[in-house]
């Protein structure tokens, strides 16, 4: 291969990896089917911010606080979390990432989650845990795209302005709060079948405050 005399700064991570146990999987996406039902304020909140779909994340964000069983994932999920923080190259000085929120979301055909960040977070994140076919992935933007200007586009595969991640049941997303995401319209289709995931951010807590 031709050596290069640039070098790549500056690059944007995304984390994913699977959860193995599906029978969890299918208990938890009940479980969010269950806190929708009882969750009144949410669903409120919900078809005035979030149309076609359900989320809790004005009302209920302490999913592992809450639930033995979200315990049980938000301690898997933390272990991912640090792993990713290693890949990162983070300097914790002493401290560590801890969550802060976590809450569900669940889309229907119709439904959709424009472009946004995670302020005053450091790493977030989302669990899948039904992706029924042709319900939607999440998109995250090149977080440089509002400098880019007169510059050409990238004819390598993977560096367009965009990359897609699709998710399936049991999948891991992780990646910077800093970075832009949204989640496309879920067209009506093949499915009809909600789309259910659980999303979280991690904050940078230091060793005083454990
Ligand atoms: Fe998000």
Not at 93 to 110: A, H, Q, S, V
Not at 128 to 155: H, V
Request: aromatic share 14%; proline share 7%; hydrophobic share 35%.
């Amino acid at each position: 291969m031709k050596k290069l005399r640039s070098t790549a700064l500056f690059p944007t991570l995304i984390f994913s990896t699977r959860f193995k146990d599906k029978k969890l999987c299918r208990e938890l996406a009940e479980e969010c089917e269950g806190f929708a039902r009882l969750d009144d304020q949410g669903r409120k909140w919900s078809l005035v911010n979030y149309p076609h779909g359900y989320t809790s994340y004005a009302s209920i964000t302490d999913l592992h606080l809450r639930s033995s069983q979200f315990e049980k994932l938000g301690r898997w999920i933390d272990s991912q979390v640090a792993i990713f923080a290693q890949e990162l190259g983070y300097d914790l000085k002493g401290g560590r990432l801890r969550m802060t929120t976590f809450w569900i979301n669940i889309m229907k055909p119709g439904a959709s989650h424009p472009f946004h960040l995670h302020p005053l977070s450091t790493v977030s994140g989302t669990f899948y845990l039904k992706t029924p076919p042709g319900c939607p992935a999440i998109r995250f933007e090149d977080p440089r795209a509002t400098q880019f200007m007169a510059r050409p586009s990238i004819l390598e595969k993977g560096s367009g302005l965009f990359h897609t991640y699709k998710p399936s049941e049991g999948s891991l997303v992780l990646f910077e709060s800093f970075v832009r995401h949204e989640v496309p319209s879920y067209r009506a289709g093949k499915s009809t079948k909600p789309r259910i995931s659980v999303s979280f951010n991690y904050e940078w807590v230091q060793p005083d405050r454990f």
